[in-house]
Every structure is written in structure tokens, then in C-alpha cells.
Antibody, heavy 127, light 111 residues
Framework: QITLKESGPALVKPTQTLTLTCTFS??????????VGWFRQPPGKALEWLAL???????RYSPSLVRRLTVTKDTSKNQVVLTMTDMGPLDTGTYFC???????????????????WGQGTPVTVSS | DIVMTQSPLSLPVTPGEPASISCRSS???????????VDWYLQKPGQSPQLLIY???NRASGVPDRFSGSGSGSDFTLKISRVETEDAGLYYC?????????FGGGTKVEI
């Protein structure tokens, strides 16, 4: 059974750096085809994709946030860490991590969607 | 970035009746492998999103067969054949063709 759980500070001050950890079980980020993505959702607003890390260490970032985001993985701890610098009030929201897997049929790989999500962790940016 | 546009914003439905949500992308989501890289998610109040449909028309594990996805290219539809009270929530389409993955603005299904 795959599970993911986000953890980190509930309150950060403006200009500070946010560090969030996604601790997972039921899969390995060394397995071919596995990804973990990060998302956020401001209060009352739509979901926003932030970043993605692949089993092969490839990383992708939202272009609007690329200068502020870093995602890393610790496969020995089954964790993915997201850091976001220079936090501001507009960064307030709930942050989620989610599992995605590429199925390979022998010739092509297909993404199977973000099938398992963490419960989310709320972050408020305020002085 | 690929822009995803959903309609309607709000959808009042009656239990037992069908419902349909539309999603349009700013460019084709049809991959060279023949699959459309669009997913559908449901976020119930106070919960995390849950995957309903991937690659345009494939139901995720455990998703009731009253949910179906269709469409190709840049026009997609999520249909619920007979709405149940537990289907209330926010529905999002998302494109997974290229990063950044982008979501529609959401459709609130009210029962």
C-alpha cells in the first residue's frame, strides 16, 4: 500500500525559506518509472503544480517558481524534500506531494496520473 | 504553459441524474503514442485530490464505473452516468503532456 505524508512548519515569516518533507512508503524512488510531484492550493483556489522529481534524478519545476524551488530525494529515508525560498503571503496554502508512475508496455511508457496523494500540510506566511 | 479551461464553474445535480464536465486545452494533448495526456481528479471537501481518470479515458483503481472520460486532442469530457451524493466536490482536469503540469480552474459539483 502506497502512502505519502507531508510535514513541515505551519507558519513561516516573509522572506524565510520553507522546507517541506514528503515521507512515503510502499514504493521506492529508485524504481524505474516512479515520480513524486509537489503541488499547492491557496485557500479557496485551484491546484497548482510546483515540481516533479523522477527516479533517475531528473527534476522539473514550475517556470514561474523555478528560481525559488529545489526538490531533492533521499532514497535511504524514502523522502522527498521541497525547499522554497523568499516566502511571501501569496505562498500561503496547503502543500501536497503525490506519487506518479510510468507504465512501460515494452515499447512505450505511459504516465498513470498522480494516483496517490498525501493529506497535505497547511502553510501560512505571516510576520 | 498549456492552459486548461473547464466549464461549467458550478454544476448543481440531482442524485440519479447524469452530469458532464468539459475541459479544453490550449494545445493538443494527444501524444505520439496515441494517448491523450489528460487526467481528472476529484477533491472532496477537506480532502486531498483523488485520481479518477488518467490518459483521457482510463479509470483509476477503485473508481466506480459511473465515471467515464472521453475526448481527444484539446477537448475532453468527464461524465458521471448517475450522480450519487458522495460525488460532491471539486473536479479538476490536468494535462500531463509537458511540464509545468497545469490544472483547470475546477468545477464544483453540488448535489
Amino acid at each position: 500500500q502506497i502512502t505519502l505524508k507531508e510535514s513541515g512548519p505551519a507558519l513561516v515569516k516573509p522572506t524565510q525559506t520553507l522546507t517541506l518533507t514528503c515521507t512515503f512508503s510502499g514504493f521506492s524512488l529508485t524504481t524505474n518509472g516512479v515520480n513524486v510531484g509537489w503541488f499547492r492550493q491557496p485557500p479557496g483556489k485551484a491546484l497548482e503544480w510546483l515540481a516533479l522529481i523522477y527516479w533517475d534524478d531528473d527534476e522539473r519545476y514550475s517556470p514561474s517558481l523555478v528560481r525559488r524551488l529545489t526538490v531533492t530525494k533521499d532514497t535511504s529515508k524514502n523522502q522527498v524534500v521541497l525547499t522554497m525560498t523568499d516566502m511571501g503571503p501569496l505562498d500561503t496554502g496547503t502543500y501536497f506531494c503525490a506519487h506518479r508512475f510510468f507504465f512501460h508496455d515494452g515499447t512505450t511508457s505511459y504516465p498513470m496520473g498522480y494516483d496517490i496523494w498525501g493529506q497535505g500540510t497547511p502553510v501560512t506566511v505571516s510576520s | 504553459d498549456i492552459v486548461m479551461t473547464q466549464s461549467p464553474l458550478s454544476l448543481p445535480v440531482t442524485p440519479g441524474e447524469p452530469a458532464s464536465i468539459s475541459c479544453r486545452s490550449s494545445r493538443s494533448l494527444l501524444h505520439s503514442n496515441g494517448h491523450n495526456y489528460v487526467d481528472w481528479y476529484l477533491q472532496k471537501p477537506g480532502q486531498s485530490p483523488q485520481l479518477l481518470i488518467y490518459l483521457g479515458s482510463n479509470r483509476a483503481s477503485g473508481v466506480p464505473d459511473r465515471f467515464s472520460g472521453s475526448g481527444s486532442g484539446s477537448d475532453f469530457t468527464l461524465k458521471i452516468s448517475r450522480v450519487e451524493t458522495e460525488d460532491a466536490g471539486l473536479y479538476y482536469c490536468m494535462q500531463g503532456l509537458q511540464t509545468p503540469h497545469t490544472f483547470g480552474g475546477g468545477t464544483k459539483v453540488e448535489i
